[in-house]
């Protein structure tokens, strides 16, 4: 049987998930229930109904069941893009590693296909899923939400430490990867925060260079159904030019704003 | 010796009288009714050209101004939403100006006389006046856009593209003695069209002499140092085109700028082909500083801007140039022109493998600031679609020229003049309801059953089939028969002598001089017609959620109370989606619209005739006289444009939208706008994928692009409070314009077009 996957959305011409021009393909359900999450419609594992804008009483269903090969179907329609972009499949989420098998016959397919391949993760999964998956990946778009571990589980509601642990070891095998740092004001955009992104970006040749990805509301009017009241303030200009002052201090260039 | 109209009576009493002017006009051709169209042409333009000749204004660098007449001779004139061709009248425009001129009863009874011999001995008339029986029932209306039809007749020559290149190397004299030299040649002891192309070059030779002296006015009462070099400078290059073949940048644009104007064309063809060695030249001895060189070419802009219509379009780059290094150099100037001077020259840069990449980096700097320009065409996929279009060898196919909207056509060797308006929606309401316009209740086309009576979605597109191969057989025939009385009532004698072939043949364009006939027919609502085939299929034949009979019901009530139908219509596949289901449609239709055209050929006298999906604002005219239709689109709306998607259905991101659209084989027809709107910031934040976006979508065998780069919020705003967005252009189909001045209809639809 062939495998398949609840996704919850393919964005073509995508151009912030890596290289070139991509196809994003966001599968649904995710293990952390981060404080200011973009997609909260993306953390269920199951196909949700929401009610769509407005008082019109419509519902739009969000999440559907795919096969490798549907999904592949659509991904290889850019192919031409790709090629002379050098872009190529991303898997996000949710997290993609929460579906395993699904992203692991995605991402050997897409490879049987020539595809470059990006694979945007927060880490949070098993050793041994990470160890199938990387030989199928070109380059990880790794989370970096937060290094101290009491920090983080309040933030996202599980511990760092599986996470760095990952970390450490996607590093060891000099798989390339991308920090991706969420910079929320108030909780993580501390100089301590922003030494460590250096540290790791500094010590690892592997890791090709750091987003600072700033904090914007607009996960909050889907409706998440989590509860969520988290509102932090909106980072300026200044503010980001400021994170970024703070980072080149440390003696860091492969930082930038994502 | 030429003998020239008086210049002093220019200026006289005497010719600022429009009353003296349309007598003199009405008896010259009168008094030449018996003598061959060119004579009699070239006589009508001795009295015309005199007249529509206006002084030049403060800070022209260029001298050519012209206004336009109420009765006169031209290629295309439009007046209102109807264009002329030939001799034509502006009946109640001309009663206007005339009015204040009237004293006497016996003038009065004159100027009737007078309009109602015009009334039917113009050109457009005599063309209705040939319609067959079946022609004049389905051709009802020539007030296309006010009145609801199917197919509308539009007079008009449009789209010369004359040999610019050869008027340059040539001159006023090279000219005047090639064709002397054929008159001389000549067989016979009287050849009139040669006599008449030479009181043609004396009349461009008139308006030179008619610009000194202006000029030499304008001198006397300038008091700036600076005016007084630049009016110097215009004199002695106007001395000096009447003698020689331009021999630097500004006496050759002197020389096109005046041809263009009296020749009434408004199309400037690849302009740094003709205008590259000059510039250089000029530049590499030091005769003009790079200044001085954006000066000029910004002032020609300008002059375009001020004198010329909407339509007028300058090509630069591509391939099949004879001088590309010195044409490159132009074209640098030309982009940085259109930075400054708003809407036109609509310049298009054509684009091939290995093109300088300064220009593409110049010009998508450019558009990224929003002025629309310049338009990007694509010669890798239009060189060899144009071969197959035409049925032209690569070398002619190479000079490959579009005009106006960007209808396609082979520069100075073929003319593919829009005589016909199709509205393809329209057609497909005739066929759900038996050969009736459920608008207007008006019998239109074939009576071939209604909805109910297609028991298969196949039936139904038969029916269709045979209704549009009905309207286009006709509007086809049209178009010949259009050339065909435009050659027996004119020779356009300044487009005559830059054609190729004329001069050699001794025939005028459309007297058999012209290498190429060819004409274009307008296709409006492709891409609604083939979604509502589409929704049509899937909801009425297939799922059956909805009966035909109310089908018909809807698009009669325009969908009253019924949303949740209409829901299920507008879910249905859409183009534009790189949805196989609505795309094969698409192409579907494509491909029978455009060779049911294209096999005209075959019935008529017409070298070719194509499709355009060019595209003005003509997709919101129309809308305005088109019910509901079936994909869900209400009534009165906006049609889709061009071969786009219908506004706001594509919603799978561009590369799907490139993907549907490059599905659509640009070897059937002669053009197609593909407006794609993108905010600044997918503009301009990431160039190098741009790039890569906008270069796989021609490999890929996209033809061109029209691209405005605005934000939603600048249009929404601009809705709101007009007066300060008084400069944000946006590109509407075949032509920008600032959104301000738009209508109502025409905003929203820009508006709703999806924002890339």
Redesign the interface.
């Known amino acids: 049987m062939e495998e398949s996957g609840i996704v919850f959305d393919i ?3 995508s ?1 912030h998930d890596g290289d ?2 991509r196809t994003t393909v966001f599968l649904k359900g995710c293990p952390l229930r981060c404080l200011w999450c973009h997609n909260p419609e993306s953390q269920k594992f199951e196909p949700e109904v929401y009610p769509l804008e407005g008082d019109t009483g419509d519902v739009k269903t969000i999440g559907s069941p795919m096969s490798v090969s549907e999904v592949i179907n659509v991904v290889m ?2 192919l ?2 790709y ?3 050098g ?1 190529g499949l991303t898997l996000s989420g949710g997290e993609p590693l929460a579906q395993p098998d699904f992203s692991l016959a995605l991402l050997r397919e897409a490879k049987n296909r020539g595809l470059h391949t990006c694979v945007e993760t927060s880490g949070y999964a098993h050793r041994s899923i990470l160890e199938r998956i990387s030989p199928y990946v070109d380059c990880f778009l790794f989370d970096s939400k937060e290094y101290n571990a009491d920090q983080h589980k309040e933030y996202t509601g599980r511990s760092n430490n599986v996470i760095l642990a990952n970390l450490q070891w996607l590093c060891e095998q000099g798989v390339p990867l991308i920090l991706r740092c969420p910079i929320i004001p108030g909780l993580n955009d501390r100089p301590d925060h922003f030494a460590e992104i250096v540290k790791w970006v500094n010590s690892n040749s592997n890791i090709i260079g750091a987003e600072l990805l700033a904090y914007h509301p607009y996960g909050r009017s889907k409706g998440d159904g989590q509860g969520s009241t988290f509102i932090a303030p909106i980072p300026t200009e200044e503010d980001k030019a400021n994170w970024l002052s703070i980072i080149r201090s440390y003696g860091c260039e492969k930082v930038v704003i994502g | 010796m030429v003998n020239y109209p008086a210049l002093t009576s220019h200026t006289s009493e005497g010719l600022s009288d429009p009353l003296i002017y349309v007598h003199d006009f009405t008896n010259t051709y009168k008094n030449h009714l018996l003598y061959p169209p060119a004579v009699r042409e070239a006589a009508c333009l001795k009295v015309q050209i005199p007249w529509i000749l206006q002084p030049m204004q403060k800070g022209d660098l260029l001298a050519g101004r012209k206004r336009t007449p109420f009765l006169g001779f031209t290629p295309i004139q439009g007046f209102g939403n109807i264009d002329r061709t030939g001799y034509y009248m502006e009946e109640q425009s001309l009663r206007d100006e005339l009015e204040p001129y009237l004293q006497t009863e016996e003038q009065k009874v004159e100027l009737e006389e007078l309009i109602a011999y015009w009334q039917t001995e113009n050109t457009n008339s005599k063309i209705r006046a040939r319609y067959t029986e079946v022609m004049a029932r389905e051709l009802w209306t020539d007030n296309w856009g006010v009145e609801s039809g199917v197919i509308y007749p539009l007079y008009r020559m449009a789209g010369a593209h004359m040999d610019m290149d050869k008027l340059v190397r040539l001159g006023l004299p090279g000219l005047r003695a090639e064709i002397r030299e054929k008159l001389v040649s000549s067989a016979e002891t009287y050849h009139p069209l040669y006599e008449s192309m030479l009181t043609a070059l004396d009349m461009l030779e008139y308006s030179m002499i008619y610009y000194i002296e202006d000029v030499k006015q304008a001198l006397e009462q300038a008091d700036q140092a600076s005016d007084k070099l630049h009016l110097k400078r215009m004199v002695e290059v106007l001395e000096a085109i009447r003698y020689h073949a331009p021999r630097h940048l500004d006496e050759a644009m002197q020389l096109c700028w005046l041809y263009m104007l009296l020749s009434g064309s408004m199309e400037h063809g690849r302009m740094d082909v003709y205008f590259g060695d000059l510039l250089v030249q000029d530049l590499n001895t030091d005769f003009i500083s790079e200044l001085e060189a954006q000066e000029l070419v910004t002032a020609y802009w300008r002059m375009i801007l001020g004198v010329l219509g909407r339509d007028a379009r300058v090509i630069v780059g591509g391939v099949g140039r004879r001088n590309p290094e010195n044409g490159d150099r132009f074209t640098l100037f030309a982009i940085e022109a259109s930075r400054h001077v708003p809407f036109r020259p609509q310049l298009s840069l054509r684009c091939n493998k290995g093109m300088n990449p300064e220009i593409l980096a110049k010009a998508l700097d450019s558009l990224g600031e929003g002025t629309t320009f310049p338009i990007l065409y694509n010669d890798e996929a239009n060189v060899p679609a144009v071969m197959h279009a035409f049925d032209v060898s690569r070398e002619e196919a190479e000079q490959y020229a579009f005009f106006g909207c960007g209808e396609y056509m082979l520069d100075h060797r073929s003319y593919g003049t829009p005589s016909g308006v199709i509205n393809l929606v329209k057609a497909l309401e005739l066929t759900l309801f038996n050969g009736i316009d459920p608008l207007t209740g008006r019998e239109l086309g074939l009576k071939l059953g209604t909805l109910s009576d297609f028991a298969t979605i196949d039936d139904l597109w038969e029916a269709y089939q045979k209704q549009l191969k009905h309207h286009i057989d006709i509007i086809a025939d049209q178009e010949a028969l259009e050339y065909k009385i435009v050659g027996e009532e004119t020779s356009l004698l300044f487009i005559s002598m830059l054609y190729d072939d004329c001069i050699t043949r001794g025939k005028a364009v459309f007297e058999g001089g012209i290498r190429h006939l060819g004409g274009t027919l307008e296709t409006y609502g492709n891409i609604t017609a083939s979604d509502s085939l589409v929704a049509i299929k899937k909801v009425i034949y297939e799922e059956q959620k909805i009966t035909k009979e109310r089908l018909m019901e809807l698009i009669l009530t325009n969908f009253t109370g019924a949303e949740g139908e209409r829901k299920l219509l507008l879910e249905a596949p859409k183009f534009g989606n ?1 949805d196989d289901e609505a795309d094969q449609m698409a192409v579907l239709y494509h491909e029978f619209v455009c060779n049911t055209v294209r096999n005209q050929r075959d019935r008529t006298d017409l070298d070719s005739y194509l499709v355009v999906m060019i595209n003005n604002d003509a997709n919101t005219t129309l809308g305005r006289l088109t019910l509901a239709s079936a994909d869900g689109r209400l009534a009165y709306s906006p049609m889709s444009n061009g071969n786009a998607p219908s506004p706001g259905m594509d919603r ?5 939208l490139f ?1 549907s659209m490059t599905k659509l084989d640009a070897g059937l027809h002669a053009g197609s706008s593909q407006n794609i709107k993108f905010s600044k910031q ?1 503009f301009n ?2 160039r ?2 741009l790039e ?2 906008l ?2 979508f021609f ?2 065998g996209g033809t061109s692009t029209n691209i405005s780069v605005v934000s939603k919020e600048d249009l929404q705003n601009a809705m709101k409070e007009p007066e300060k967005y008084a400069n944000l252009i946006v590109r509407v189909g075949g032509f920008s314009a600032y959104f301000v001045t738009l209508n109502h209809n025409v905003q929203r639809e820009i508006l709703e077009r999806t924002l ?1």
């Open positions: 964005a073509r011409f151009l070139g021009i329609r850019d031409p893009y090629k002379r972009s872009g | 790189d799978n991101g561009i590369t799907a993907n997918m934040g990431d190098p994928k890569a976006l270069d796989t490999e890929l890339y």
